[in-house]
Structures are given as structure tokens and as C-alpha cells.
């Protein structure tokens, strides 16, 4: 079993930035690639970035690219998020999760998940 705790969330104006944390216990961290995915208003959860478990290899949903960075940090069993330059399409919960399949973009390749933090970007 792993636990995930999201933090960080809030409420920022556009072109402004927040970091999401995510603080994972249970199962050896090091051992699994991690996500972040997002669900706005009306929408479906929707892959953000993703990390490999020795933090070498991210990846990024085009929409994010060049603003938003994925990190871990396996010594303290957290994986964040920086989002720079938001705009108000980022409005949603994120979500990190514990990648347990094989492809990186898809939601059923994650057995694990947070409760999720809000994030608001006010125009």
C-alpha cells in the first residue's frame, strides 16, 4: 500500500507560480516512475508530466511544456511539481500518482493516487 499526501495548491494570478509536493509513504518510492495529472471543471483527468523512478527521464503534456517542471527527490520520498507562467486552463485539482503500468499519459497505468490539491489561476 502507498500513500500519497498532494501539497502546495492555491490560488495565484496569471503568469504567477506555485510548486505542488507530493509525499509519498508505504512502498519503496525509488522503485516506480510518479505523475502528476489534473482534472478541471467538467473535464476529465488529464495527464500533466510524469517522471521515471530515477528522475532521469521526464514527460510532458504538450499544453505544459516549457512552464511546468517534474522532479523527485527519492531520499525524501516527495515528487513536485513547479509551475511557472500559469494561465487560467491550469485551473484544476492535480493529482500525483504512483505509476504501476507501462505507458506514462494513461490514468489506468497508475494504481496509486492522492486526494488532490486545487489550483486556481485568476485572471
Known amino acids: 500500500q502507498v500513500q500519497l499526501v498532494e501539497s502546495g495548491g492555491g490560488l495565484v494570478q496569471v503568469g504567477g507560480s506555485l510548486r505542488l509536493s507530493c509525499a509519498a509513504s508505504?512502498?519503496?518510492?525509488?522503485?516506480?516512475?510518479m505523475g502528476w495529472f489534473r482534472q478541471g471543471p467538467g473535464k476529465e483527468r488529464e495527464f500533466v508530466a510524469a517522471i521515471s523512478w530515477g528522475g532521469r527521464l521526464p514527460y510532458y503534456a504538450d499544453s505544459v511544456k516549457g512552464r511546468f517542471t517534474i522532479s523527485r527527490d527519492n531520499a525524501k520520498n516527495t515528487v513536485y511539481l513547479q509551475m511557472n507562467s500559469l494561465k487560467p486552463e491550469d485551473t484544476a485539482v492535480y493529482y500525483c500518482a504512483v505509476r504501476t503500468g507501462s505507458n506514462v499519459y494513461y490514468t489506468s497505468s497508475y494504481g496509486y493516487w492522492g486526494q488532490g490539491t486545487q489550483v486556481t489561476v485568476s485572471s
Open positions: 508505504g512502498r519503496t518510492f525509488s522503485n516506480y516512475g
